[in-house]
């Protein structure tokens, strides 16, 4: 029962399927309170209530570095957002949404990697992950969650089981 349990909860953890439907040609939008940008390296440095926006993913953090590498063509940019905590949502096609926070969070545009370290916590459907770092993998539908190296401590998952109320109703329909 224990191995069901946990099994169905890692499983539903794992089903972040609409993530692959926002495609990587969609524009960055990018707004805060100050903005520079360093030119010869390719660099923007953002403070100060920093929202950003791609598709249906949205990151809210103190401060935000976004890194453009000519090299990997078009959508090539790396976002490193850090805030006490730095913020990611996303609102799946079922409605339900997942969340993460830390101290950092990464988002790789062109491989549609995120990557959270620091406190990491990831959420969704009441199912929740604490680790040193998380790295997902939106096109794999990858979690990967491990402590640090210098850490003792470990990392824990909680599941909540699917009410059956809440699936009939979902099966029939209803809210």
Known sequence: MTNKLLISGVALLLSYAAIANTTTTEPVFIASGKQQAQLK????????????VHGSRKISADRLEVHRREELGENSELLVATGNPARFQEQQS?????SASAQEVRYD?????????GN???MQAGQKINADVIVYDMAKQLINAERSSNSKGQVKTILVPEQKDKKQNKEQGKP
Not at 41 to 52: A, D, L, M, Y
Not at 94 to 98: A, E, F, L
Not at 109 to 117: E, F, G, K, P, Y
């Open 94 to 98: 079922d409605g339900s949404v997942i």
């Open 41 to 52: 390296s390719n660099i923007g440095i953002f403070e100060e209530n920093v929202e950003i």
């Open 109 to 117: 545009v062109a491989n549609r990697t995120l990557t959270i370290s």
């Open 120 to 122: 990491a916590e990831i």
